[in-house]
């Protein structure tokens, strides 16, 4: 049916950047509205960003807003979420999959740690 595999996660300084990529096997991500999702320690997995087939960003979680962006590459079926200005707080592990999510497309996720 597909998967999804998350790279590009690692540790950074406060004020950092990092360029997560989402490979996707399956042509259902070429039509499918993704996004990327993260879990930090003890808390529930929320919804950071998402963009259409089209490529519309219509959504970003409002802590990210203006320091993350999503992006995606039909043609080589990734997805991409370019981190800036890292804040502590954006520790988490970071997932992609479809909006709203399918439970069948749950990765290992990529983890970002921004520590001094």
């Known amino acids: 049916q597909g998967q999804l595999v998350e790279s590009g996660g690692g540790l950074v300084q406060p004020g950092g950047s990092l360029r997560l990529s989402c490979a996707a096997s399956?042509?259902?991500?070429?039509?499918?509205?993704m996004g990327w999702y993260r879990q930090a320690p003890g808390k529930q997995r929320e919804l950071v960003a998402r963009?259409?087939?089209?490529?519309?960003?219509?959504y970003y979680v409002d802590s990210v807003k203006g320091r993350f962006t999503i992006s995606r590459d039909n043609a080589k079926n990734t997805v991409y979420l370019q981190l800036n200005s890292l804040k502590p707080e954006d520790t988490a592990v970071y997932y992609c999959?479809?909006?709203?999510?399918?439970?069948?497309?749950w990765g290992q996720g990529t983890q970002v740690t921004v520590s001094s």
């Open positions: 399956g042509s259902i991500f070429k039509i499918a509205t």
């Open positions: 999959n479809t909006v709203p999510a399918n439970s069948n497309f």
């Open positions: 963009i259409t087939m089209g490529g519309s960003t219509n």
